[in-house]
């Protein structure tokens, strides 16, 4: 049991990090994307 424990927070601290770290790699996408549009404006 205490195994399980353990392992339990570093598995959903990981699927977090990578949860931020994607959001903040389609925040970097969109905030690109909006540039390019309003310098076509």
Known sequence: MEN???KE???IEQK???AVKN???EMEKG???MQYVL???
Do not use: G, N, Y
């Open 9 to 11: 927070p570093t598995l």
């Open 23 to 25: 959001f903040r790699k």
């Open 16 to 18: 977090f990090e990578d």
């Open 39 to 41: 310098c076509k404006l």
């Open 31 to 33: 905030k690109e994307s």
């Open 4 to 6: 399980i424990m353990e």
